[in-house]
C-alpha cells in the first residue's frame, strides 16, 4: 500500500446542495421491491443457473411477495430467453406480477428481447447504456452526444415494438449505467430526452433508475445525487425513482436507505446481497429493517432459514453465519455478559403489558422469522452462569437459584476450557444430571420414607435408601421433614452438615406436574455443594436433593 494514497487515488466530490432535505427526513413507507436475483444476482455466478434453479428461485420470490422480478437478459444466452418464454408458455407469471428484462441500447438487441416476451401478460423493459465519462472515454469512445442519441434511439425502438404488442401491460425502465460517477447534468439531460419519447404517463408508466453501478463515494453523498436529481426532474411526478446500489464500499445497504429519504421510490436488489464484486444491496436486510422499526415491508421472511437453503441451493454460495438477520450466528450470544442481559431480557419480556419487542442484543424476535430460541445462547468457555442457567430452563424448565447458577456455570467452564469446544445442550444436559444426581442410580437413593409428629411437635424421619449398592434404613429426628433427615444422616455417616439454600418449584403449570427441588449442604466452615431432586411428590424430591448433595459431601 501506498504511503500517499492521495498520489493514486482521488477522493470523489461532494454535491453542491446546501439545503439537502433528506437528513432530517424519516423511512415511514417501503419501496417498491424488484428481486434481480435471476439477472444481476445469476450474472455474478461462476456456474450460472440452469432453467430448472432458475425456477426454483422464481417460485421462492414469488412465495416472498415480491411484485416485480428481473428474471433475465434474453437476449445474452439462449438460456435466458428459454427461462422467459418458459414462464410464458407455462403461464407460471400471476396476473399481479410484472417480469422485467434488461436490454442494451443495440437494435439487434432490443429485437430478440421483445422474441422472448411475445404474450407475456405484464412487463418491465429495462433498457440501459453508460454514461459516465471513464465510459464514454475509455470503453466506447464516445462523446456526450453519441451517448445521448444512443439512449433515445434504443427508448424509440422499445416504445415501437411495445406499441406492436398492445395486449401487453408495458412499463418502460431507463437507467443511465455508472450513473453514480456521471455528471449529474449531463445524467438529467440524458433521462429528460430518454422521457421525451417514452411520453409517462398512466397509460405508459415509466422507471428511472439511478444505479450505484459501482461505490465510489460515501451513501450521503450518493443522496445528494438522488435528491438532486429528484428536484430538478421536470416529469417528477410521472415517473418512478429507482435506485440499485451495489455494495463496494460496503455501504449498499445506508445507499438504499438514504436514497430513500432522498426522493427515491424503488430499490432493485438481491436476497442476501448476491451480485458482481461485493453484490448488491441486500433486500432481506433492508425489508428486515423497515420491520424492526415497525413497518411492514410487504414481503414474507418469516421461514428465513428454508429461504436460506433455496438460495444457497440455487446460487451454490453459501450465506454468511454474520450475516445480519439471516446468519446462523446472528441470534446467539456466547458473551457471559450478553447472556446474562438477554436471560432478563427475556423474562422482563414475559411481563410488558404493551408486548413491544425489548430485548438487549435482540433487535428482532426470533421467532418472527421462523427462529427458534435454542440457538439464542450458546455455551462456551467465554460464557458466564446465565448462559447454561438459560438453557436448562428453556429446554428442561429448571429454574435454577443464583448459588447454583453460579455453581454450575464453573463446572461448565471447566469443560469447556479442557475442550476448547462450545458444549451442545445435550452435553451440558448430561453433566448437570451427572452433577447433581438426576440419573438412574445416584450414589444414594431415596427408596421409601416416612415421618411422623409426637406430642411436642418433634418430627421422626424414616427412610430406606439405597447407598452405593447397599440397601439400609436412616432415622432421625427434628423440627421438619429436610432438618429430621439431615439428623439421620448424622447417626448413619457421622456426616455434619448444614443446609444453605432451599428452592422449589413445579415444571409445569398441571396440578399433576413433576416438582424440582435444589438443596445446597456445606460442612461446617466446608465447601458448599448443591444436590438437585425431580419427582411428583414435592418432599420426595427435596429429600433427593439432600441425599444426592450429601452423596457429595461422603465422597
Known amino acids: ?8 487515488y482521488v477522493a470523489f466530490p461532494p454535491v453542491n446542495l446546501p439545503d439537502r432535505q433528506w437528513p432530517g427526513k424519516t423511512l415511514d413507507k417501503v419501496p417498491q421491491w424488484c428481486s434481480s436475483d435471476l439477472r444481476d444476482g445469476n450474472q455474478s455466478l461462476a456456474e450460472p443457473m440452469d432453467n430448472q434453479r432458475k425456477r426454483l428461485f422464481f417460485d421462492l420470490l414469488l412465495r416472498c411477495g415480491f411484485k416485480q422480478i428481473e428474471v433475465a437478459f434474453p437476449s445474452a444466452s439462449q438460456t435466458d430467453f428459454d427461462f ?35 404474450d407475456v401478460p405484464r412487463a418491465i423493459v429495462h433498457l440501459y447504456n453508460a454514461t459516465s465519462p471513464i465510459f464514454r472515454d475509455v470503453v466506447f469512445n464516445q462523446d456526450k452526444a453519441a451517448t445521448l442519441e444512443l439512449a433515445v434511439r434504443g427508448a424509440k425502438q422499445i416504445r415501437q415494438l411495445c406499441e406492436k404488442y398492445p395486449q401487453t401491460k408495458w412499463t418502460f425502465e431507463y437507467s443511465p449505467e455508472t450513473f453514480c460517477f456521471t455528471e449529474l447534468e449531463f445524467s438529467l439531460e440524458v433521462c429528460e430526452a430518454v422521457a421525451a419519447v417514452w411520453e409517462p404517463c398512466a397509460e405508459r ?3 428511472l433508475n439511478l444505479p450505484a453501478t459501482v461505490e465510489v463515494s460515501t451513501p450521503n453523498i450518493y443522496a445528494d445525487q438522488i435528491e438532486w436529481f429528484c428536484r430538478h426532474f421536470s416529469r417528477r411526478e410521472l415517473v418512478s425513482i429507482s435506485v440499485h446500489p451495489h455494495n463496494d464500499r460496503g455501504t449498499g445497504v445506508a445507499c438504499a436507505e438514504l436514497a430513500m429519504l432522498a426522493g427515491a421510490d424503488r430499490v432493485e436488489g438481491c436476497l442476501f446481497g448476491n451480485g458482481e464484486r461485493t453484490g448488491n444491496v441486500d433486500l432481506v436486510t433492508l425489508a428486515l429493517n423497515f420491520y424492526t422499526q415497525g413497518i411492514s415491508p410487504g414481503l414474507d421472511f418469516s421461514d428465513l432459514k428454508g429461504i436460506v437453503e433455496i438460495v444457497e441451493q440455487c446460487n451454490q454460495l453459501p450465506v454468511h453465519p454474520r450475516h445480519p438477520y439471516a446468519g446462523e450466528l446472528v441470534f446467539t450470544a456466547f458473551s457471559g455478559s450478553h447472556q446474562d442481559a438477554i436471560k432478563k431480557g427475556f423474562a422482563a419480556q414475559k411481563q410488558r403489558e404493551d408486548k413491544h419487542w425489548q430485548v438487549p442484543y435482540l433487535p428482532l424476535d426470533p421467532a418472527d422469522v421462523g427462529c427458534s430460541y435454542e440457538a439464542v445462547i450458546r455455551v462456551n468457555s467465554q460464557s458466564g452462569k446465565s448462559g447454561a442457567a438459560w438453557l436448562l430452563e428453556q429446554n428442561h424448565g429448571l429454574k435454577l437459584p443464583r448459588g447454583l447458577q453460579i455453581e454450575f456455570s464453573k463446572a461448565v467452564q471447566k ?8 458444549m451442545g445442550t445435550s452435553d451440558m444436559w448430561r453433566l448437570f444430571r451427572q452433577r447433581y444426581g438426576l440419573v438412574d442410580q445416584p450414589a444414594m437413593k431415596l427408596l421409601s420414607y416416612d415421618i411422623r409428629s409426637d406430642a411436642s411437635n418433634q418430627r421422626h424421619f424414616s427412610a430406606k435408601v439405597n447407598y452405593q449398592g447397599q440397601e439400609m434404613t436412616l432415622t432421625g429426628s427434628g423440627n421438619g421433614l429436610l432438618s429430621s433427615a439431615v439428623d439421620a444422616l448424622h447417626r448413619q455417616f457421622d456426616l455434619m452438615l448444614e443446609i444453605g439454600d432451599y428452592d422449589e418449584h413445579t415444571l409445569g403449570h398441571q396440578s399433576h406436574s413433576r416438582a424440582v427441588a ?23 424430591a427435596s429429600l433427593q436433593a439432600l441425599f444426592n448433595a450429601s452423596a457429595q459431601l461422603l465422597g
Open 1 to 8: 500500500m501506498l504511503a500517499d494514497p492521495s498520489q493514486k
Open 84 to 118: 422467459v418464454r418458459g414462464l410464458i408458455n407455462d403461464k407460471a407469471i400471476p396476473e399481479d406480477v410484472a417480469i422485467q428484462v434488461l436490454t442494451p441500447s443495440r437494435s439487434d438487441l432490443i429485437e430478440r428481447t421483445f422474441e422472448a416476451l411475445i
Open 205 to 207: 408508466p415509466m422507471i
Open 415 to 422: 469443560q469447556t476450557d479442557t475442550s476448547g469446544k462450545e
Open 518 to 540: 435444589y438443596v445446597s449442604c456445606q460442612r461446617p466452615q466446608g465447601e458448599r455443594v448443591y444436590g438437585v431432586g425431580i419427582d411428583s411428590d414435592v418432599s420426595s
